[in-house]
C-alpha cells in the first residue's frame, strides 16, 4: 500500500494567491482528517469527512479556507486569498471508521506564504 | 469531552538512559488510547495503541505504555533510549462513543532529545 499521498510536498506562493493541497487516502479507507501544524500552536484538526461527507469543519480558521472531498480517493484544501500566517504544514489522515481505528498521516505539504 | 494533556513539552535524556513520556486524558466514554511518533520534517507514525485487554501495550522501536484506569494515565517508556529516538511523541485519545468517527484528540506533543 502506497499510504496517504499528499501532494504537493513543499509550497511557496505570494500573499493573496490562492493555494490547493491535495490528498488522496489510503484505499478502503472511509474517515479524512485535515490537520495544520505550526511550532505557536502545534496540531491543529481542520476538518474531517466521513463516507466523504465533511462532518465537522469547526477547525477550519476562517472562510478563507475551503475543503472539499468529491469522491473516496480524494480530497482538497483550498486557501484562498493566502497569507502569511498560513505558512505551517498541512497534514492529510485517513482512517478506517470503526472502533480503536488507527490514523494513518501523509508526509504533509509544507506552505511558505510570503 | 475527551481532552489529554502531555505533562513535559520537551524531555531530555542520554543515550541508553531510560525515558518516560506522560500522558494523562480525561474521557467520558471507553477509552481507547494512542501513542504517535513524528521524525523531523515528516508525518505522524503509530507507536502503539491501547483498544482493551493487557494494561500493558508494547509497539515498535522497543516502546510500551502502561493503562492506568485510576490515574487515567497512559505513559509512554522505552528502557534504553538512542540518538535515534530523538523526535516529537504525541498521545492521543479516541473521540469514538462521542463522535464515531475516527476522531482522534490528540495532546500537544512531548519533545524527546537524546544526547550522545
Known amino acids: 500500500d502506497a499510504g496517504v499521498i499528499q501532494s504537493p510536498r513543499h509550497e511557496v506562493t505570494e500573499m493573496g494567491q490562492e493555494v490547493t493541497l491535495r490528498c488522496k487516502p489510503i484505499s478502503g479507507h472511509n474517515s479524512l482528517f485535515w490537520y495544520r501544524q505550526t511550532m505557536m500552536r502545534g496540531l491543529e484538526l481542520l476538518i474531517y469527512?466521513?463516507?466523504?461527507?465533511?462532518?465537522?469543519d469547526s477547525g477550519m480558521p476562517e472562510d478563507r479556507f475551503s475543503a472539499k472531498m468529491p469522491n473516496a480517493s480524494f480530497s482538497t484544501l483550498k486557501i484562498q486569498p493566502s497569507e502569511p500566517r498560513d505558512s505551517a504544514v498541512y497534514f492529510c489522515a485517513s482512517s478506517l471508521n470503526r472502533v480503536g481505528g488507527e490514523q494513518y498521516f501523509g508526509p504533509g505539504t509544507r506552505l511558505t506564504v510570503t | 469531552a475527551q481532552s489529554v494533556t502531555q505533562l513535559d513539552s520537551q524531555v531530555p535524556v542520554f543515550e541508553e538512559a531510560p525515558v518516560e513520556l506522560r500522558c494523562n486524558y480525561s474521557s467520558s466514554v471507553s477509552v481507547y488510547l494512542f501513542w504517535y511518533v513524528q521524525y523531523p520534517n515528516q508525518g505522524l507514525q503509530l507507536l502503539l495503541k491501547y483498544l482493551s485487554g493487557s494494561t500493558l501495550v508494547k509497539g515498535i522501536n522497543g516502546f510500551e505504555a502502561e493503562f492506568n484506569k485510576s490515574q487515567t494515565s497512559f505513559h509512554l517508556r522505552k528502557p534504553s533510549v538512542h540518538i535515534s529516538d530523538t523526535a516529537e511523541y504525541f498521545c492521543a485519545v479516541s473521540d469514538w462513543g462521542s463522535s464515531n468517527t475516527g476522531k482522534l484528540i490528540f495532546g500537544q506533543g512531548t519533545t524527546l532529545q537524546v544526547k550522545p
Open positions: 469527512f466521513n463516507n466523504n461527507v465533511p462532518i465537522d
